[in-house]
């Protein structure tokens, strides 16, 4: 071999040399080792290891032999966990020097399974001892649960705290729960096993957070219905308008707002829905305006026909004093000028929609009689012999030739549809079905 070869040679044969192997040297023996060869003096330590594995048990196929302080141990243990031990109970035998440890696991099923067996009947024998205590446990749960049973179903307590049944309901089941966890602690204790209850708790609460998170909305509307049912934004047979939809109010459930639309649908709206919108509760109260616009023409005398809108408004039998009625020019537009007449009605007995009607129909009335003209669009039909290319609308400005005579009174405007509505929601609420709403509740 070249001489620049041999110091690269002498490396790789180090690097690649099997390392000592460390075998057997956890828990050998330390410190100064006295070499002897006294024979008694192995069989002795020898002895005593075979009485102590004796005495342990388990190591009943274990051999021991000592040969100038050397331990050597063969055989087979039941797993790996017995095979360490035997290191630790030989190295604390005073003058082993060393020991080999020749253990193996066994593989027979039936040494095996023996331990499993023994331990199934040494655990059946303890549950057969345990089953009295185990009875006194189980009957002090049942009668502390059955004490919170009975206290919920009392109706007299939980009905004067609570503002409406649906709360009470909860009152009553917080009591369950209350006495259920109380004596599920009292025959933990019984049992001596309280540590159990953190593990119990600890696991409750951590599916409770998971099924919380999976059912969001019904947890969220849950608590929208208690939000509901203690502030009852709304009482029966309000005519409200909750997220777009306007209706009478029928019942408030723990899940939902049940409106009766004024075409007669039944119209349902989650609870989560509801507390989260814009209510407008049109009979919280009694006084409602109405209000519209008549467009007159520009030329028209505007300040008389202000005077007379406004007084025609106040002249109606269905209006209010007061709030008293109004009426201002609003706009202007290209052939008109637009008054807004606005009054005020008693919606308990004054239908809205009848009394903005007729208000209509007696200002344009007093309006024609007093000379106020109100403009109609009328084209200008050219032959073809004219130089304009487009018809251009106008407006006549003429009074009509003939006058509407107005009448003595007004026509019936009596909330007599409001109230056959009425009728159906009160009807309705006497099916039984579970309400929350009270109208003696207070006032939000």
Known sequence: MPAFLRPLALFLALLLAPLPVAAQEADQPDGAIEVTDDRETDIAMANRIRAILREIGGYED????VNS???????????AVSSQRLNEI???IT??????NEVEETTDVVRRLDPALERFMERAGQTVAFLPLLAIALLAFIIVATIGVLLARMTQPWDRLAPNAFIADIYRQIVRLAFGVAGLVVALDILNATALLGTILGAAGIIGLAIGFAVKDTVENFIASVMLSVRQPFRPNDAVEINGDEGKVIRLTSRATILLSYDGNHIRIPNATVFKSRIVNFSRNAERRFLFDLGVAPDADLARAVTVA????????FTLENPAPSAWIEGVGDSTVTLRLIGWIDQNHTSLP???GEAIRLSMVALTEAGIAMPEPTYRILDANSDARTDAPETDRRAPASKAPAPETPLNVEAQAESELAAIVDEERTQGNPDLLRREAPTE
């Open 354 to 356: 009848a009394a903005r």
């Open 62 to 65: 274990v051999t021991v032999a």
């Open 310 to 317: 406004q007084e025609t408004l106040t002249a109606l039998p």
């Open 95 to 100: 003058g082993v020097v060393a020991i080999r």
């Open 69 to 79: 302080g050397i331990v050597t141990l063969r055989g087979t243990v039941l797993d």
């Open 90 to 92: 030989v190295s604390r």
